[in-house]
């Protein structure tokens, strides 16, 4: 009998939520003032110019930069490519790109085959690599040591979510859902542990039967720390006590931790879930669970099992058997994961707020001083946010502990360029006052926390054109943030800073910390604007040409040379027509603003995630969801196999200079 088909909101964004009145970023930009005027600019000038002083007179042997922080200047040597549609991953010349680890790859257990034709099992797809490789990171295997080995290590990346029209054999079937396709959507979400090494060619390869290679999927026990640990909010069947919760869901950007730990955050979370109660909490409403079914409809799952049935947060479904109104409460939080300890449980971190989290990046660590961590919150008109900590980070003693109790701040962007950071802090009176004032009521830090996005709203936060990714200059300490798009913005928030209505091309956004990374204050301006050929950015000299031209920018990552590698995420008709081709990766001097395009990707894929090993000669990037329009019987990408009748397969690409040199010289 032919399957029912079913059709889903795929489109993996959670809905608007935030209508508070909290000024938009675009009523904020309309008087900007200059950036970097001074210190920072000479500190930059410090690390990237030609010589480095002595304190005194006396005459030594000069000082050199060790290979992976040589000047800047001397790299982006290569030549630009120009966009395309092809399907295939484009680099420049002089430089391989090869596909490695695609979705399905034999990991771990039985190591079973990958089965083309999406006739792999869920049981089988818990042993394999998942799908739509997101956010990642590279940890040599002495990471914990001097961290400088570039021939083996760890490749851990995210799984953000799930193509069911390519997964299974004849497609998604329509509800009920069969146990075993969700069993295997459920499987492929998380995040992939894979120890590599270099062989005798010196390609990287998979370390076969090595016992760190290990996945963390959708069903994967965790524990809940920090300070909403066993608060009544996160009490369900499965932990009566609010301390544990199974699984991570939507999974895009990451950080790291500098003790050596994988951070994985969950963005785009609450679609999956479902309340179809008349008035919903408002943990639920405020980050858009659904009211009728979930993303992927998993609560209807045909067998009586809550690891299921736990995507039904409505209180009609809860009985004594099944209560699991509180499990959308337990989404929504940095993850933590030990890499080099395959028997860890990961640490939902609830001291770094609740929210759409797109990834988090931290400042570098100063012996004596609390740790600093950002993150934005990827919807519409939602906020950037800022963790310290309370201890102070002494490397001997550095760990997971460090994000258990801290302060979370959200920012506030003021028109002069000057900025501040709003704590969300249950003991402060300020922000009782501010939520007497909104009535409002929290009840406790936990609570605060919970309802992270609740508590930015009373605190009047600057609502933002979608936040996504962080990263922080190595050297000065510079913040940058991608800002995607945003085109519920009107014509009556234009200004001169930001001179577009329905702003569908994006833009970024840095900052300064005034004297310290935990201060409470910071400056402010605009790195880019993105758009079509000739478009500027008011007052730094930067006009875009069809060397760099760009759309959406998503993935952010500085590199050691503080070079700014910039990805994007275009989607609908931006993505299938028009002048920007397929999605794509530049590479920015933050000093000079010379941006370069250093790689396009296949057919309908997002080009997402970065890491490089230490000595800089290596480089992993990822492709997600090639082919994300196909079906099962039109396929629109057959990337990575390209051989045209291949279903197309998210992956990691790993890319290397011909002549053995570093990446982006």
């Known amino acids: 009998m032919q399957n029912n088909k079913l059709e889903f909101d795929n489109s993996g964004i959670d809905p608007q939520t935030n209508f508070s009145d909290n000024p938009t970023f675009s009523d904020i930009v309309a008087t900007r003032r200059g950036f970097l005027k001074g210190g920072i600019a000479a500190a930059v000038a410090t690390v990237f110019g030609g010589t480095l002083a002595g304190c005194n007179s006396e005459t030594k042997a000069p000082l050199t930069l060790p290979e992976v922080m040589k000047p800047a200047p001397v790299l982006m040597n290569f030549a630009a490519i120009p966009t395309n549609r092809l399907d295939k991953v484009t680099v420049p010349q002089g430089y391989t790109a090869r596909a490695f680890l695609p979705m399905g790859t034999p990991l771990t257990g039985a190591y079973p085959a990958y089965k083309e034709g999406g006739l792999n099992t869920g049981a089988e797809m818990e042993q394999q690599v998942g799908a739509h490789h997101d956010g990642m990171h590279f940890f040599p295997l002495d990471a914990r040591a001097d961290g400088k080995n570039s021939v083996e290590g760890l490749l851990v990346f995210n799984h953000e979510y799930v193509e069911p029209a390519t997964l299974h054999q004849n497609g998604p079937t329509a509800a009920p859902r069969p146990a075993d396709e969700v069993r295997k959507e459920v499987a492929v979400h998380g995040v992939t542990v894979a120890h590599i090494k270099k062989d005798a060619t010196g390609q990287f390869q998979l370390v076969q039967g090595s016992p760190l290679n290990r996945r963390i999927t959708g069903a994967t026990p965790m524990e809940m720390a920090g300070p909403a640990r066993g608060d009544a909010k996160l009490v369900t069947k499965y932990s009566t006590d609010g301390t544990r919760t199974r699984g991570t869901l939507n999974n895009c950007g990451n950080g790291y931790t500098p003790w050596g730990t994988y951070l994985t955050a969950e963005e785009n979370w609450a679609g999956y879930f479902m309340n179809a109660d008349v008035a919903q909490p408002r943990e639920h409403k405020r980050y858009g669970v659904a009211t009728k079914n979930g993303r992927y409809s998993w609560e209807t799952a045909d067998n009586a099992a809550d690891q299921y049935q736990r995507f039904n947060a409505s209180t009609i479904a809860a009985d004594a058997n099944r209560d699991y109104r509180n499990e959308p409460n337990t989404f929504g939080w940095i993850v933590e994961i030990d890499p080099f300890n395959p028997d860890s449980v990961p640490q939902k971190r609830t001291a770094m707020g609740r929210f759409g989290h797109e990834g988090v990046v931290f400042q570098p660590p100063v012996e004596g001083q609390p740790v600093v961590f950002y993150s934005g919150d990827d919807s519409t008109f939602e906020y950037i946010y800022k963790y310290v900590s309370k201890a102070p980070y002494y490397k001997a003693t550095a760990g997971g502990h460090l994000l258990n109790e801290g302060t979370l701040y959200v920012a506030k962007f003021n028109a002069d360029g000057s900025g501040e950071w709003l704590a969300l802090d249950f003991n402060s009176e300020k922000f009782r006052a501010a939520a007497l004032a909104k009535n409002v009521e929290f009840v406790s830090q936990a609570d605060v926390l919970i309802n992270t996005r609740l508590a930015a709203d009373v605190v009047g936060a600057t609502k933002m054109d979608r936040p996504e990714w962080g990263a922080v200059h190595p050297t000065t300490g510079e913040v940058y943030f991608t800002l995607t798009n945003n085109t519920a913005r009107t014509a009556a928030q234009v200004d001169n800073a930001n001179p577009r209505a329905n702003n569908a091309t994006g833009h970024i956004i840095r900052w300064r910390e005034r004297q310290q990374p935990q201060a409470l204050s910071f400056d402010w301006d605009i790195f880019l604007l993105a758009g079509d050929v000739g478009t500027e950015t008011p007052g730094t000299g ?53 941006i370069k395009r250093f790689l396009v990707g296949p057919i309908d894929c997002e080009v997402t995630g970065i890491s490089f090993t230490p000595d800089m000669k290596t480089m992993f990037v990822n492709i997600q969801h090639p082919g994300d329009r196909s079906t099962v019987t039109k396929l629109t990408s057959t990337w990575p196999a390209n051989d045209a009748t291949s279903r197309p397969r998210s992956g990691t690409v790993i890319v290397t200079k011909d002549d053995g040199g570093v990446i982006g010289s």
């Open 542 to 594: 930067l006009k875009l040409t069809a060397d760099n031209h760009l759309a959406s920018p998503d993935g952010l990552a500085f590199d050691h040379n503080g070079l700014l590698w910039i990805q994007t995420d275009m989607s609908g008709s931006q993505q299938g027509s028009g002048p920007f081709g397929n999605n794509q990766m530049v590479v920015a001097d933050s000093k000079t603003r010379q």
